[in-house]
């Protein structure tokens, strides 16, 4: 949070640059800003204590953890001025991604983010100030699944989530990395143009 906190200041300032953090968290639940307590179920799941944090990213909440990986884009749009079309790259990056990996993904009428024959693989909440965006997307490539279950995640009781373990994918994160990395300078190139 404090390094996209201060990639986001750089650009407010007039910085002209395009970031994508690339990292993964111990597990967490966070809380976007349609998020309440109400959605979290539990905060023990096998054994474990998942705490809760507030992000202030659109959304509502969801889990982070280990196996994750996520996808943190800080980018000025303040010369296209089009939010859903950035949500559209985020996921589209990622649909990329995961085609390389032979895996078919979709958008779905339920919600932003990315699915594969209906179960959700990939999560998005962004922030937006001044056109300047932060947060990003979260790929699932083996995270414990049991996890999701503390939760009502993205607000969506029928929304059941998967993985790429889950669904028969075997793939190390730096490969999937990578691949990210590649559909990002496609995906988002016009933002990255001087």
């Known amino acids: 949070m404090a390094e996209q906190e201060k990639l986001r200041d750089a650009l407010l300032a007039g910085e002209n640059k395009f970031h994508l953090i ?40 969801t ?29 589209e990056m ?24 209906g179960l959700k693989i990939a999560a998005a909440g962004v922030r937006c100030r001044r056109w300047v965006v932060w947060h990003g997307i979260a790929l ?8 999701f279950k503390g939760i009502v995640p993205c607000g969506m009781a029928d929304a059941p989530v998967t993985s790429l373990e889950k669904l028969g994918v075997d793939a190390e994160r730096e490969h999937v990395e990578k691949l990210v990395i590649k559909h990002c300078q496609t995906v988002f190139a016009s933002l990255l143009e001087d």
């Not at 994750?68 to 790259?89: F, G, N, P, T």
């Not at 490539?141 to 996890?147: E, G, M, Q, R, V």
């Open 22 to 61: 690339l990292t993964e968290h111990p597990p967490i639940y966070t809380l976007g800003t349609s998020g309440t307590e109400q959605d979290v179920l539990t905060r023990d799941i096998d054994g474990e204590t998942i705490e809760v944090f507030e992000t202030g990213r659109g959304g509502e909440v």
């Open 63 to 91: 889990y982070h953890g280990p196996g994750q990986l996520m996808c943190y884009v800080v980018a000025d749009l303040s010369q296209e001025q089009d939010l859903r079309k950035h949500i559209w790259r985020l996921e």
């Open 94 to 117: 990622l649909m990329r991604t995961l085609a390389d990996l032979d895996v078919i993904a979709t958008r779905d009428e339920r919600g932003i983010g990315v699915w594969v024959g």
């Open 140 to 147: 699932n490539i083996n995270p414990k699944l049991n996890h």
